[in-house]
DNA sequence: ATTAGCACTCGAAACGAAAGAGTGCTAAAT
DNA sequence: ATTTAGCACTCTTTCGTTTCGAGTGCTAAT
């Protein structure tokens, strides 16, 4: 699609103009920041109509981008202004404060973005797929209970206290310790599987008896360690839209709770900022919602991804600059948690 | 307040008609429901407005319950049911699914009570102000960090990843081990202070230097463990209610981010369901909620609070069930789990 | 003390007119 | 060939009016 230098003009105008007041945009308007006349900018908005990237809700009322113009502008004509310096400055400084811990600085991402943006957020965890077991850790909690902790080679640290009904030696802790590390260190966490620890059991002989419910809190830890989580923050913030109605946003909500599909759409190139409008995303509850996807990169890896969602009438430049930023800098910090270990 | 038992009747059925339509109700409904004729139902009605029990939103209208009459309604004359067979069964069965820890359980216990309730639900995990440290552990998770896990008589683990600016060998983590759990074992979690730590800095010499960031983290953890942590989930089920706005439910949430506040709200007494109706909130922006509120013992100690928020229309008798049994187990199983230590 | 009957009240829904924002089209200007 | 001024037209919004009906309050009969 090729347009006129003044069309793209006048499109990015009612883009900016609508998605600042939520009302149809009329010529004069327009006409004031382009610089024409108002009958001019009618015609040209006619065409741009023909052309299938304004709509006009009824005759007689100003215009609106529709979900095509939308794609033009971002695509095309939109200027993504890099990060004003005192925001990088809070997104540092999140970033920074706190746990050690790759789960921990992503929840606090995730709590960032949906402030940032006034939307919700949505974040991906890296996949632990590649994850490789590091050590299995014990620790008694009391008489009778312990907690197993999975360390990856990802970093991810998972942990399970589980109970046995037999009174927990330091002796007995210790040949946990040496069978699990024996027969798992080094190993991918992916193959934690039951089938696995079955056949571990088979060779363990008689000890396999007590040893129950430190391989299902082992199980469910490698289950944790491997899986992508979905973190979420800010649904409220879609309350503030007094387009999207309260039965909108319940729908959308439950959607967002369908992880399998929420996964899927974070599923997007790496390397730059991409963006999803309304039917784009498939589903008939979402047609007035978009998605701002970013994903993130550690040790040069794609690994997990930054997403911001909202009212088709987004500040795209602005959410597009927040997610770029941030999500290179989330990259650079795990990459460093990762590198240090 | 003494009422004749017909007067009686007819605000049980106000009450519960207009908990289950939202309309103002008429006095026809009533007259059926009572047995009277519903010329009667209106003289005894207009009674009972000026008792300030009900209200006429409008003459010509139908009545509605006034706050007041609420309270009557939930001291007076609402009759709990014994919960249901089935939904008793569903409860256990989220209590003894999953993982030994308290405040694991805490949540499952939350999103049970929201979607059991269609109401907003608070929970408040066990003060850890009498809890004694009992061990605290160090486990390696790289090269330069490690874990601290901070265990105490309460039963809770905060465990906390530090970093150190050099590499972490056995030795030095069985230094850290020994000094912590020689200073520390026995002693109140209360008591790690800032100013406590300080003290032990100075008893160690020069092997201070090695322990800022380990201190940091036990300092963090400690804070963790003494303070009660308020869990919620299911506010999204307020936007289910037509009589709260959109702007009234963005409004309630916000008031239900000051945890202080939340917390002084759920300090009731012990050992029945305690109701709290609309303006007895103290917040003008909670005027159209009310909080019904369950504290659960451990060990015969008062411990912690369940509580649900909805409308002040919300069904009394139902939530009242459903929060005295889920109250009666958390604290047995709760219970369980400590003696178990 | 209770009830039937009935006029009355008040909100909600339906309707219509007026106002106003913004358009589309035509003809003049550049 | 473009651009613009001018003007009639369209369609929503707003506001006042009317209508409708649920539900009442009161009176008189039971």
Do not use: W
């Amino acid at each position: 699609m090729v347009l006129t230098p003044r069309k793209e003009r006048i499109l990015s105008s009612v883009v900016t103009g609508y998605v600042k007041s939520g009302e149809p945009v009329g010529s004069k308007a327009v006409a004031e920041e382009v610089g024409v006349s108002s009958a001019t900018v009618r015609n040209e908005m006619a065409e741009l109509i023909e052309l299938g990237l304004l709509e006009q809700p009824h005759t007689s009322a100003g215009r609106v981008p529709s979900q095509r113009g939308y794609r033009e502008y971002v695509d095309r004509l939109m200027e993504v202004p890099p990060l004003k310096e005192e925001s990088a400055r809070a997104v540092d400084a999140v970033l920074f404060s706190g746990s050690y811990d790759p789960e921990g600085l992503l929840e606090r991402v995730c709590r960032l973005l949906a402030g940032a943006t006034r939307c919700a957020a949505v974040v991906s965890t890296p996949s632990g797929d590649s994850a490789q077991v590091r050590a299995v850790q014990f620790v008694q909690t009391s008489r009778r209970t312990a907690m197993l902790i999975l360390m990856s080679s990802t970093g991810t640290m998972k942990s399970r206290v589980f109970h046995c009904d037999f009174d927990l030696t330091n002796e007995i802790l210790r040949v946990f310790f040496r069978v699990f590390n024996g027969k798992l260190a080094g190993r991918n966490v992916a193959d934690i599987t039951p089938a696995f620890l079955q056949g571990v059991g088979v060779s363990l002989g008689q000890m396999y008896v007590l040893m129950g419910a430190p391989m299902r809190a082992l199980l469910d830890a490698a289950r944790d360690t491997v899986g992508t989580h979905l973190l979420m923050g800010g649904q409220m913030n879609l309350l503030f839209y007094p387009e999207l109605e309260q039965t909108d946003v319940r729908q959308i909500l439950d959607v967002l709770e369908e992880r399998e599909h929420l996964a899927e759409l974070l599923r997007q190139r790496p390397g730059q900022v991409e963006i999803l409008i309304g039917r784009e995303l498939g589903r008939p509850e979402l047609a007035n919602t978009s998605l701002a996807v970013s994903r993130y990169l550690v040790e040069g890896q794609d690994a997990g991804a930054l997403a911001v969602l909202g009212p088709v009438r987004m500040d795209y430049p602005q959410v597009a600059a927040v997610l770029q930023y941030v999500s290179g800098q989330v990259g650079k910090t795990l990459t460093t948690l990762l590198r240090d270990q």
